[in-house]
């Protein structure tokens, strides 16, 4: 009967469309940190294990592997006290997450909990956007940084990258973005972060007049791998939820590596070999059928910043490669520029919208043009500058470029100065270049 009653009343948001009516049982054969293996049958892939133990009640599996009498499933919470010959059962049903209005002006866990009365539960997984359902991006979205709106315009419904290593200011640049953008609601996804900065970004989030308006899901980095992956499900499924009835939504995720990281432990443990430094051949799959879910739709909008970890600052390592070639465009941090005190230390040059040329005007475009020639030619120039070797007349877009440089290094790293319009800074200072 207790087993029955812990399917009944679980912790964790369940889904039973496969279930039948019967209750599988088993037993432990196998416990491994990253796995336990059950005697089993009549299951199947993505279905939930509960291994009832003695002292700690039930706790939940996904089973991800399916062999003859037995099934491979990984641990979706800490298995404590779970041992060999545990009873075991599973009802076939899966795992889904808490969505709805009730998540608005929250801090949640991986699956949305704990639960609120105007709360429902959906499927977090195998949901692709069919494509009449999608619309073209036509409408810039204005991010309050001058580099992005000026020089790299992302659209509302865009999918962007903001690649950086450790420290630079990824986190930062995100609330910063999500303090100036203009949105309906917004979500936003802590993979992987350290305790103590998820606790401060909740804080930072929760003095914003916008809080009433936003979602933060959280699975820190002590969460096992399986619950650092249903935390980005989660927050895409409650972006989705909104955009089905008519939002503009902004979804930041900070960060992907980690969640590629997440699906390497489960990938790795059901013995796929790593493929490409360390990283298994399904990590495309599992990136594209997160990132592929925003875009533009019918009815409402996601828009998603998605923070990639740059491993050693290797702009060609495993994650980063494979985020470049899914996203419309990516923002580029440089640690450069971080350490000599420039914030945002956006890294133009190396930044990108592939959607840019269709949201904004032609006039705008050769405006962007012009004041990318020149920082391109400032940073050529750099050595001369260091030997003292620059001198005048040998290049008329360098020499502009250097008449303006001050005023280039104030547009694009304003600090805590108010900012103006960043369009009518651009056209002033292309008109100086011209």
């Given at each position: 009967?207790?087993?029955?009653?812990?399917?009944?009343?679980?912790?964790?948001?369940?889904?039973?469309?496969?279930?039948?009516?019967?209750?599988?049982?088993?037993?432990?054969?196998?416990?491994?940190?990253?796995?336990?293996?059950?005697?089993?049958?009549?299951?199947?892939?993505?279905?939930?294990?509960?291994?009832?133990?003695?002292?700690?009640?039930?706790?939940?599996?996904?089973?991800r592997t399916v062999r003859e009498g037995e099934v491979g499933a990984v641990p979706i919470e800490p298995l404590r006290g779970v041992g060999v010959g545990d009873r075991a059962s599973s009802t076939n049903a899966e795992l889904g997450s808490f969505c709805g209005l009730g998540l608005l002006g929250r801090a949640v866990d991986a699956w949305g909990g704990p639960r609120h009365p105007d709360c429902v539960v959906v499927g977090i997984e195998d949901r692709a956007v069919p494509l009449e359902r999608r619309r073209p991006i036509e409408e810039p979205l204005c991010t309050g940084i001058a580099s992005i709106d000026a020089l790299c315009t992302i659209g509302v419904g865009q999918r962007v990258a903001l690649f950086a290593g450790a420290g630079v200011g990824k986190?930062?640049?995100?609330?910063?973005?999500?303090?100036?953008?203009?949105?309906?609601?917004?979500?936003?996804?802590?993979?992987?972060?350290?305790?103590?900065?998820?606790?401060?970004?909740?804080?930072?989030?929760?003095?914003?007049?916008?809080?009433?308006?936003?979602?933060?899901?959280?699975?820190?980095?002590?969460?096992?791998?399986?619950?650092?992956?249903?935390?980005?499900?989660?927050?895409?499924?409650?972006?989705?939820?909104?955009?089905?009835?008519?939002?503009?939504?902004?979804?930041?995720?900070?960060?992907?590596?980690?969640?590629?990281?997440?699906?390497?432990?489960?990938?790795?443990?059901?013995?796929?070999?790593?493929?490409?430094?360390?990283?298994?051949?399904?990590?495309?799959?599992?990136?594209?059928?997160?990132?592929?879910?925003?875009?533009?739709?019918?009815?409402?909008?996601?828009?998603?910043?998605?923070?990639?970890?740059?491993?050693?600052?290797?702009?060609?390592?495993?994650?980063?490669?494979?985020?470049?070639?899914?996203?419309?465009?990516?923002?580029?941090?440089?640690?450069?520029?971080?350490?000599?005190?420039?914030?945002?230390?956006?890294?133009?040059?190396?930044?990108?919208?592939?959607?840019?040329?269709?949201?904004?005007?032609?006039?705008?475009?050769?405006?962007?043009?012009?004041?990318?020639?020149?920082?391109?030619?400032?940073?050529?120039?750099?050595?001369?500058?260091?030997?003292?070797?620059?001198?005048?007349?040998?290049?008329?877009?360098?020499?502009?470029?250097?008449?303006?440089?001050?005023?280039?290094?104030?547009?694009?790293?304003?600090?805590?100065?108010?900012?103006?319009?960043?369009?009518?800074?651009?056209?002033?200072?292309?008109?100086?270049?011209?």
């Open positions: 009967m207790k087993v029955i009653e812990e399917w009944l009343e679980p912790r964790l948001p369940l889904i039973y469309r496969n279930c039948d009516g019967l209750v599988r049982t088993g037993r432990v054969l196998a416990v491994a940190p990253a796995e336990i293996t059950v005697s089993m049958r009549g299951v199947s892939c993505g279905s939930l294990i509960a291994v009832h133990t003695q002292r700690h009640g039930a706790r939940f599996a996904r089973v986190s930062t640049l995100l609330r910063l973005i999500a303090q100036h953008a203009t949105f309906d609601a917004h979500v936003f996804a802590l993979i992987g972060e350290r305790g103590r900065e998820a606790a401060e970004t909740v804080a930072r989030l929760r003095e914003s007049p916008r809080w009433p308006a936003t979602t933060v899901v959280c699975a820190t980095a002590e969460a096992p791998p399986h619950e650092r992956l249903a935390a980005a499900y989660t927050a895409l499924a409650q972006a989705e939820w909104l955009c089905e009835r008519g939002r503009d939504v902004l979804l930041t995720v900070d960060s992907l590596t980690r969640v590629a990281n997440a699906w390497r432990e489960i990938a790795l443990a059901a013995g796929e070999p790593p493929a490409h430094r360390g990283h298994p051949a399904s990590l495309v799959t599992t990136l594209a059928s997160i990132v592929e879910r925003a875009g533009a739709r019918t009815q409402g909008s996601i828009t998603a910043i998605f923070a990639v970890l740059v491993d050693a600052d290797d702009q060609f390592e495993p994650v980063t490669d494979v985020v470049r070639g899914l996203l419309d465009g990516q923002i580029v941090l440089a640690r450069s520029l971080a350490e000599t005190g420039r914030f945002p230390p956006i890294d133009v040059l190396r930044s990108a919208s592939r959607l840019m040329h269709r949201l904004v005007p032609v006039h705008h475009m050769a405006n962007a043009a012009l004041v990318r020639k020149a920082l391109a030619a400032l940073e050529r120039a750099e050595d001369l500058f260091a030997i003292g070797a620059y001198a005048p007349g040998g290049d008329a877009m360098l020499d502009a470029a250097v008449a303006q440089r001050d005023r280039l290094e104030r547009f694009l790293f304003p600090g805590d100065r108010a900012r103006s319009d960043p369009l009518v800074e651009l056209a002033e200072i292309a008109s100086l270049l011209r």
